[in-house]
């Protein structure tokens, strides 16, 4: 049985940082893409960071950019999310996600999921 295991998430000001990471087990993903995704209250989930094998290839929201990095240590099946500059609007929870794929960008592609970290940022 495949498990993805967040961790790291909680309460941070708004300029503050935080680090994610999900550690995988029941199969290895390295050759597989990952990534993470988040949900804030009655929106959708929408993609935050992919990695794909290999940390060749990397993908950010707009909303990120310059402020999270994505990645990843295969030798411990973890995959990480550095958070800088946090804005209240990153407030949502945080999803892992890995894929039989070597990378992908959209959540249909995306196989297994862990059960979410929540993330806090206050103003």
């Known amino acids: 049985q495949v498990t993805l295991v967040e961790s790291g998430g909680g309460l941070v000001q708004a300029g503050g940082s935080l680090r994610l990471s999900c550690v995988a087990s029941g199969r290895t993903f390295m050759y597989n893409g990952m990534a993470w995704f988040r949900q804030a209250p009655g929106k959708e989930r929408e993609i935050v960071a992919a990695?794909?094998?290999?940390?060749?290839?990397?993908l950010y929201a707009d909303s990120v950019k310059g402020r999270f990095t994505v990645s990843r240590d295969d030798a411990k099946n973890t995959v990480y999310l550095q958070m800088n500059s946090l804005k209240p609007g990153d407030t949502a929870v945080y999803y892992c996600?890995?894929?039989?794929?070597?990378?992908?960008?959209?959540?249909?592609?995306?196989?297994?999921w862990g059960q979410g970290t929540q993330v806090t940022v206050s103003s």
């Open positions: 990695i794909s094998w290999s940390s060749a290839r990397t």
């Open positions: 996600a890995g894929t039989k794929a070597s990378y992908a960008e959209t959540i249909l592609e995306y196989d297994y």
